[in-house]
């Protein structure tokens, strides 16, 4: 059943789709082209500037006292480093309770878009049987319409349930698939040939094992994608929790800043501070796993 | 001999349903039922507590007639989109064809104008209010450098839509890698043949590369106006909690349809909202796949 060679030959074909190559079609002109490139390359450099700047303002307020933060003209760098802006920031709200109460739902979150989307996808993939168009047509469809259409009878729904106030309905629809994540596993499933889930089943295995067994194993880095965009969607999402959730103890981080702002008004330092720490862990998530991300949106138009 | 294919083939069946099961259980308990609900919903005067009382159209006929705030609530989406949806576009495309120019440095620059795309929620909106704080915020203190004396942004209902617009620019590395990935997957043949002809540079990039990148412009296209059409976190919070922001020039389509919903109770009305909603989106998005083959370009296989 295990065919370690045949393996890494289907892992090369994701791998392929993720780097983009760096070979531009003016590169045979030769120098003449080098004035066209350093004019290219300073407008990107400018640019960046201006795409990080936000993020070094947003770094450099959380430093400042607030009276520097008040003060004009504003300058790009902290005249005294406060850290203790980021102790105060943590002591001021809960954050420690939003850290758990998030890192509670995106977990599940994640475990939940995982194995049930590589699930349908592998029935949408490699299982022939009838109807399964319409049913593919059905999902793509879903993703035109508008998320508010549904939200209004799902919260019914869900308050008839008793589940207001609980993060069931933060959580459990994600363990029944979505258009978006289904579509980029069945691209993934598609390289992967149909004679190894032949061979498989004249052994005698049923699909349940040969989902969990081989693709599962073999669409990792397809998976990878899917945790970490619905890490991010899980760890962003502010209007879920707004709706369902009343108690100050089961907050989220992206409910509990909106809090603090209410609190905080323009003490700038300390949202600053506050936002920082929100988005680092999704910063941090993007440098270590960039290649997801952006093999993400290659299968994305790959199938477009 | 033929018997027994066949119910291989029924099993086959069996498992099919029984591996996208998950979806449509979620389908029917998530979004038909739902979307029956509420349709049903929109004819009554229904506050999550009450009876479903039928009352004909007449949520309807006030939303139309008489909603001084929904007209607003509309138009303000409409400007939103108007204008975010092609500066985003062209923005996009813009990046992703520098990117694609052979320069030094390429994953490093795509890494960095991919990064905002993937920061959203409330730590970048309260960002973005202290950037575009009028006298000590980042923006202006940038515009001042360039001599130009920086509007009130938040605080000036003709600024607070360009507000928003402009913090969307600043996470359009989203769709430029879908551009850059396209444009990376024109043939070079292509070029090198309208080389051949003398064509320059600007002609390469209007005839050969808008041309090869259309069905994914096409896509950007169709998903950001759907999306356009249903902010709601960015104005919630940027309007102070849902207050709607000066002059209500933030009370977008959502934000009231929410304040409908889910502080006024008054669902009937809201659903009745999400349904127009509904079918603008929908008329758009039909709109614009009658429109596609016009301008649309599908190749066969190229590569």
Known sequence: MDKPEEKTAYLDEPEKLQTISKTGFFEHRGNRNNMWRLFNFVLLAAGSLLILSPLWWMFATSLKTMAEVMSYPPSFFPKSWEWGNYIRTWQVAPFTTYTINTLTITTLVVIGSVLANSFIAYGFAKIPFRGKNVWFAIVLSTMMIPGFVTLIPQYVLFSKLGWVNTYYPLIVPHFFGSAFYIFLLRQFYMTIPTELIEAAKIEGASHFYIWWKIGLPLTKPALATVAIFSFNGAWNDFLGPLLYLNDENLYTLQLG????????????NYLMAGSLLVLLPVILLFFFFQKYFIQGINLQSGGK | MRKRKLTIRQKEGIYGYIFIMPFIVGFFAFTSGPLLFSLAGSFTDYNITSRMDFVGVENYASLIGEDGLFRTSLWNTIYYVAFSVPLTTLGAIFISALLNQDVPGLRFFRTLYYLPAVLSGVGVYLLWMQLLEPGTGMVNLLLGWVGIDGPNWLFDPDWTKPSLILMKLWSVGGSMLLYLASMQGVSKSLYEAAEIDGASRWRQFVHITIPMITPVIFFDVVTSLIGGFQIFQEAYI?????????????????????????????????????????????ILTVINLKLAPRWVHYEGEDK
């Open chain 1, 257 to 268: 800043l909106a809090v603090f702002k209410g609190q905080l008004d323009t003490q700038w």
């Open chain 2, 238 to 282: 940027m309007s102070g909690n849902g207050e709607g922001g000066p002059a209500n020039s933030l009370l977008f389509y959502n934000l009231y349809m929410w304040n409908q919903a889910f502080e006024n109770f008054d669902m009937g009305y809201a659903m009745a909202m999400s349904w127009i909603l509904f079918v603008i989106v929908f």
